[in-house]
């Protein structure tokens, strides 16, 4: 339901209501995954590590599927993959890849396919 009233051309008060279900509880970029539990927590990472996203799911009546997107730090396409979620709470979903390319990398997060709900950025540095 979306509803938006205006009074005047210099004020707009309005109501959205929708439902978001599931809804992230808690995101991590981490080195590692032990037990199932990000270990490492950290935005920067070397050539050649494994980035690990943990991601902390709450409220999902239904079945969704998890997609990210990992970006190069020129903006390039690198991975993509998914994962389906049952329904339920604090359902945990971890994805990873392996970086090479040094720079601003950018992760997006999206709940059946579509419906964007997390964008993350990391940074690679190449061993010196």
Not at 52 to 64: E, G, Q, T, Y
């Amino acid at each position: 339901m979306i509803g938006v009233a205006c009074q005047n051309e210099s004020r707009a008060t309005g109501v959205i209501s929708y439902s978001r279900d599931p809804y992230i509880g808690d995101i991590e970029l981490a080195k590692h995954i032990i037990s199932g539990y990000p270990a490492g927590i950290t935005q920067f990472f070397n050539s050649g590590d494994t980035v690990n996203l943990w991601i902390l799911w709450s409220s999902s009546a239904d079945s969704h599927l998890i997609t990210t997107k990992w970006y190069r730090p020129d903006s390039s396409f690198a991975d993509s993959s998914s994962v389906k979620i049952p329904p339920g709470d604090n359902i945990i979903s971890i994805f990873s890849l392996r970086v090479h390319q040094s720079g601003e990398w950018y992760i997006n997060v999206f709940v059946d396919r579509t419906d964007f709900r997390a964008g993350l950025v990391f940074y690679v540095d190449t061993l010196r």
